[in-house]
């Protein structure tokens, strides 16, 4: 049975601070990982991932992919308030993109 | 060049009654996705359709829920004598390929929000 599986489920921290969110998968037909932001509104796109080791970044964020072990971290330094939401992990195989339970990130100023 | 446009934003609705969400995908979208958030959850899968057809339902319960992508139109999800455990926000995404084509992430609409009192 496809899965995703994120973890830790729920984080606390204070500004400033590093976090690793991390996402194992295992899916028959992988095409590509995808990190997604969700506020309150919808899921804001933050990453794609198709190859290992290679690392993408933006700003503050950064998320590395590895194929042979089946999963992603997504890193995010220096947090800041605005960095709480709850990060969603994504794989894509042929027809489909399942998601993981997400992990809700809360950062104390 | 507008987003995926959900509708309503809210919806109340009575055990037993229907309910009707619409999405309208980006322009140039042909593939639909329906996902379920229930609250403190990450998103679940429900049904993905392209004009038409009916790609996977696997996520969708057997009873009650239906989705439809017209020739013209938005994308309907369907949920009959709906009951509390319904109470949930739906959000709706596309893309102009299919998920196997991992060239463009999926765009993601509002949600709506529907509670059943």
């Known amino acids: 049975e496809d899965k995703v599986v994120q973890s830790p489920l729920s984080l606390v921290v204070h500004e400033g601070d590093t976090v690793t969110l991390n996402c194992s998968y295992e899916v028959t037909n992988f095409r590509s990982l995808l990190w997604y932001k969700q506020e309150k509104k919808a899921p804001t796109f933050l990453f794609m991932l198709?190859?290992?080791?290679i690392e993408k970044k933006s700003g503050r964020l950064s998320s590395i992919l590895d194929k042979k072990e089946l999963f992603s971290i997504l890193n995010i330094t220096a947090t800041q308030t605005g960095d709480s939401a709850i990060y969603l992990c994504a794989v894509r195989d042929n027809n489909d993109m399942r998601f993981g339970a997400g992990t809700r990130l809360t950062v104390k100023p | 060049n507008a987003g995926v446009m959900q509708n309503p934003r809210h919806l109340v609705r009575r055990r037993g009654q229907e309910a009707r969400l619409r999405c309208s995908p980006m322009?140039?979208?042909?593939?639909v996705y329906w996902y379920r958030q229930l609250p403190e959850e990450g998103l679940k899968f429900m049904v993905y359709l392209q004009k038409e057809n009916i790609i996977d339902e696997s996520g969708m319960p057997k009873e009650r829920f239906s989705a439809e992508f017209p020739k013209e139109g938005p994308s309907i999800l369907r949920i009959q004598q709906v009951v509390r455990g319904d109470s949930a926000a739906y959000f709706c995404a596309s893309s102009p390929q299919g998920a196997g084509s991992y060239n463009s992430p999926l765009h993601f609409g509002n949600g709506t929000r529907l509670t059943v009192t």
């Open positions: 198709t190859s290992s080791g």
């Open positions: 322009k140039g979208h042909s593939h």
